[in-house]
Structure formats: structure tokens, C-alpha cells
């Protein structure tokens, strides 16, 4: 079985950039999770989709982050303009249904803002 | 805010030795997972434990969880050096919360 997908791995930019990441999840996976995980620190969801629905977005900063889960497989992660403190490594899970359940993560991307 | 707190934040102990890792948690859960994450990779799942349990083991680890002290530990038995890691205690439930993680160390 096919693991949780991401790209790019890597990923410098400047401040005020913007930049995207792609997620695609395991096969039949209904629900979505975007996480940013800073150096040191545990991740944190930014957005949780469940389908191509959200079911919780409180924490993504939604003046610069934006989300979108088309067709209900494939997501994209977008920050316009990207600020110092983004430099994270961003994450990409899934579930079968549910937060309840085994969440299986990707291998992240790694963006440094400059 | 992170509704999970891992304790101790850092933990190195010799190969063959245990390591125990606790968790604790503010408000009621529907289950509470472990993952490992080896330094520049994602997270790999190790034990979800749900709210009626008391005990689970996987090979080398065994995981216990009360309720009634909202707390959880993961015990390592007979370390390795592969075992080398950041540990996180995850609260399960409408939304999954990360603590901050257990670095540990195992010297070969």
C-alpha cells in the first residue's frame, strides 16, 4: 500500500513569497490533516478535512494560509506572503475516517522562509 | 494551544536499559496514540490506546493510560540505538492535539 505523499521536500524561499505544497493520501483515505511542526516543538493541525469538507480550521492563519482538498483526494497547502516565522517543516496526514483513528504521516516538506 | 505534555522533554539512557516517557492531558478523550519521529522524517504510528483500556503492548512497548489522572505513559523495554527518537503522546478526538514530544537518546 502506497504511503502519504508530498511534495516539493524541500523548499527555500523569501519572505513575502508565496509557495505551495501537494499532498496526496493514501487510497480511500476520507479525511485530511495539514500540520505545521516547528523545530522543537510537536505539530500543530492547521487544517483538518474531512472529504473535501473542512471539519476544522481554527488554527490556520487564514490572512496568509490557505487550503483546498478538490474532488476529495489530492490537497494543496498555500501561504501568500510567506513571513519568517513559516519556516517549518509541514506535514500531510491521513485517516481512514476519523481523528479517532491511526493517522498516517508523510515525509513533510521543509520550507525555510528568508 | 498543545493539550498534550510529554515528560521528561529529553531522556538518554545506555542500550539494553528502559525508557519511560509519560503524557498528560487536560480534557476528556476519545483515545490517546504514540508516534515516533526520527529526526527529519514524518511521524510513524506506534500504539493507540482507547479511553476504556488500561494497558496495551506492542513488542518492546507497552502503554498504559488512566484516566482519572488524565495521563498516559509509553514504556520501552531493552533499548536500542535505532530507538533513537522524538516520542509524542497525541490526544484523540474531534481534532488530534500533539504534545511537545520526548527526545530520547540511546548510546550504543
Known amino acids: 500500500e502506497a504511503g502519504v505523499a508530498q511534495s516539493p521536500r524541500y523548499k527555500i524561499i523569501e519572505k513575502r513569497q508565496s509557495v505551495a505544497f501537494w499532498c496526496n493520501p493514501i487510497?480511500?483515505?476520507?479525511?485530511l490533516y495539514w500540520y505545521q511542526q516547528i523545530l522543537g516543538q510537536g505539530p500543530k493541525l492547521l487544517i483538518q478535512?474531512?472529504?473535501?469538507?473542512?471539519?476544522?480550521d481554527s488554527q490556520l492563519p487564514k490572512d496568509r494560509f490557505s487550503a483546498e482538498r478538490l474532488k476529495g483526494v489530492d490537497s494543496t497547502l498555500k501561504i501568500q506572503p510567506a513571513k519568517l516565522e513559516d519556516s517549518a517543516v509541514y506535514l500531510c496526514?491521513?485517516?481512514?475516517?476519523?481523528?479517532?483513528?491511526?493517522?498516517?504521516f508523510g515525509p513533510g516538506t521543509r520550507l525555510l522562509v528568508l | 494551544s498543545q493539550q498534550g505534555e510529554e515528560d521528561p522533554q529529553a531522556l538518554s539512557i545506555q542500550e539494553g536499559e528502559n525508557a519511560t516517557m509519560n503524557c498528560s492531558y487536560k480534557?476528556?478523550?476519545?483515545?490517546l496514540q504514540w508516534y515516533r519521529q526520527n529526526s527529519g522524517r514524518g511521524l510513524v504510528h506506534l500504539i493507540l490506546?482507547?479511553?476504556?483500556?488500561r494497558e496495551k503492548h506492542s513488542g518492546r512497548l507497552r502503554v498504559t493510560l488512566d484516566t482519572s489522572k488524565k495521563s498516559s505513559s509509553l514504556l520501552i523495554t531493552a533499548s536500542r540505538a535505532a530507538d533513537t527518537a522524538s516520542y509524542f503522546c497525541?490526544?484523540?478526538?474531534?481534532?488530534?492535539?500533539f504534545g511537545a514530544g520526548t527526545r530520547l537518546f540511546v548510546k550504543a
Open positions: 496526514a491521513s485517516s481512514l475516517q476519523s481523528a479517532i483513528e491511526t493517522q498516517y
Open positions: 487510497s480511500g483515505h476520507a479525511t
Open positions: 478535512f474531512q472529504n473535501n469538507g473542512v471539519v476544522d
Open positions: 480534557t476528556s478523550i476519545n483515545n
Open positions: 490506546i482507547r479511553s476504556n483500556e
Open positions: 497525541a490526544r484523540g478526538g474531534f481534532k488530534t492535539i
